[in-house]
């Protein structure tokens, strides 16, 4: 099955720093999220994006949905040690009933 | 209060054995999803339910066996485990608002298979 790949597979920063990462498809999407994975827990949604070009914040996070619709990239900044965890972007054709494609995920260690 | 629940959270079990994984959401949400996420936290569909009725059927073997009693609860059944059904099986439910979509993820299932 198709998956996104993301980039990079993981970073190790030091606390304070900024962070990038980013997501792309070989197809379009309609939709792009970001979710986090705590170790143990499950994802959680942290920006959801549903326009081409939109730039959406969420404190620290800044999410934006490529032009193309192929690719999405996520920014944390100023990073602290509780943004330890696995990024993963996700891709949705349309919504109601489709199935969301996962990205490769991206894992993130901060060091205090 | 928690949104998405599922039991166990660990099974461990021996090949061929059957087993079962529960899951339940009280946010009132008319869909559910299995994912599996293998040992490189690859994360893949498996099924979607809305309203109790299948709807989502990605290429998983027929072993796998989903029941939706009611809306608020997705089971999975697993006939005859093998080694590569080791992974976390996470639940989700959603549902939609001005045509937006939002999925929320259960703690997962952590599964070995000996």
């Known amino acids: 099955g198709q998956q996104l790949n993301q980039s990079p597979q993981s970073m190790f920063i030091q606390e304070g720093e900024d962070v990038s990462m980013n997501c792309t498809s070989s197809?379009?999407?309609?939709?792009w999220l970001w979710y986090k994975q705590d170790p143990g827990e499950g994802p959680v949604l942290l920006i959801a994006?549903?326009?081409?070009?939109e730039l959406t914040s969420n404190g620290r996070l800044t999410a934006q949905f490529g032009i193309t619709r192929k690719d999405s990239f996520l920014n944390i900044s100023a990073s602290i040690p509780s943004d330890v965890g696995i990024y993963f972007c996700?891709?949705?054709?349309?919504?109601?009933?489709?199935?969301?494609?996962f990205g490769t995920g991206t894992r993130l260690l901060v060091s205090p | 209060d928690t949104a998405v629940s599922q039991t166990p959270k660990y099974l461990v079990t021996q090949m061929g054995n059957d087993k079962s994984i529960k899951c339940e959401q009280n946010?009132?949400?008319?869909?559910m999803y299995w994912y599996k996420q293998d040992s490189k936290k690859f994360l893949k569909i498996m099924f979607s339910?809305?309203?109790?009725?299948?709807?989502i059927n990605e290429t998983v073997p027929n072993r796998f066996s989903p029941k939706s009693p009611d809306k608020a609860h997705l089971n999975l059944h697993i006939n005859s485990l093998e080694l590569g059904d080791s992974a976390v099986y996470f639940c989700?439910?959603?549902?939609?608002?001005?045509?937006?979509?939002?999925?929320?993820f259960g703690p997962g299932t952590r599964l070995l298979v000996l």
């Open positions: 996700a891709g949705q054709r349309n919504t109601g009933f489709q199935k969301l494609v």
């Open positions: 339910y809305n309203n109790k009725e299948l709807i």
């Open positions: 197809s379009i999407f309609n939709t």
């Open positions: 946010l009132g949400h008319d869909t």
């Open positions: 994006l549903y326009k081409a070009g």
């Open positions: 989700a439910s959603s549902h939609t608002s001005g045509g937006v979509e939002t999925q929320y």
